[in-house]
T-cell receptor
Framework: ETGVTQTPRHLVMGMTNKKSLKCEQH?????MYWYKQSAKKPLELMFV???????ENNSVPSRFSPECPNSSHLFLHLHTLQPEDSALYLC??????????????FGSGTRLTVV | SQQGEEDPQALSIQEGENATMNCSYK?????LQWYRQNSGRGLVHLIL?????REKHSGRLRVTLDTSKKSSSLLITASRAADTASYFC??????????FGTGTRLQVFP
């Protein structure tokens, strides 16, 4: 247990479904991140939230919609996904967004399969 | 564009041997970090080395940084089967976020 909890661990969804991924941290961190990890590709940064405000959106398709209701929780809402969106989705947190003197703490990820 | 690239992509060794992985990056950095990922799990932070440091140790891990060559290496001494994982370097490239490479897959055989 790293201090960042992601649910569910596995998710299979059809292309017309709507689902949400949840991430929770009680480390007192101020920044939270969504990363996508596909086979044989570098981790792709999707979204960054600092103090509950979105500070980064790396040209992610609108079928991915993040939400950060408070500093401890981060969601990724999924809608009308494509098979190529199948991947491991990782949530991470860090003490502060603009000071990278500490490492990130990652959750165990959600393995998403779009059928 | 990719900031960090690890080399080799895959490495297989026997227990007790040392494992060395390399990372090259493209732009100046504030610090460089190494992470480990067990199969299908999240990444675990191993060690951070600042741009003004040349070497850092943590247990069986030794990290070096050569900013003139824009490269870093991670040495795992006396490897164990439990060290089997993928290892990633990550750099900040003077930005506010970490950029990861594609990783080195390490297999340690008992």
């Amino acid at each position: 247990e790293t201090g960042v909890t992601q649910t569910p661990r596995h998710l299979v969804m059809g292309m017309t479904n709507k689902k949400s991924l949840k991430c929770e941290q009680h480390l007192g961190h101020n920044a939270m991140y969504w990363y996508k990890q596909s086979a044989k590709k570098p981790l792709e940064l999707m979204f960054v939230y600092s103090l509950e405000e979105r500070v980064e959106n790396n040209s992610v398709p609108s079928r991915f919609s993040p939400e950060c209701p408070n500093s401890s929780h981060l969601f990724l809402h999924l809608h009308t996904l494509q098979p190529e969106d199948s991947a491991l989705y990782l949530c991470a947190s860090s003490q502060d967004f603009q000071r990278l003197n500490y490492g990130y703490t990652f959750g165990s990820g959600t393995r998403l399969t779009v059928v | 564009s990719q900031q960090g690239e690890e080399d080799p992509q895959a490495l297989s060794i026997q227990e007790g041997e040392n494992a060395t992985m390399n990372c090259s990056y493209k732009t100046s950095i504030n610090n460089l970090q190494w992470y480990r990922q067990n199969s299908g799990r999240g990444l675990v932070h191993l060690i951070l080395i600042r741009s003004n440091e040349r070497e850092k140790h943590s247990g069986r891990l030794r990290v070096t940084l050569d900013t003139s060559k824009k490269s870093s290496s991670l040495l795992i001494t006396a490897s164990r089967a439990a060290d089997t994982a993928s290892y990633f370097c990550a750099t900040d490239a003077y930005t506010d976020k970490l950029i990861f490479g594609t990783g080195t897959r390490l297999q340690v055989f008992p």
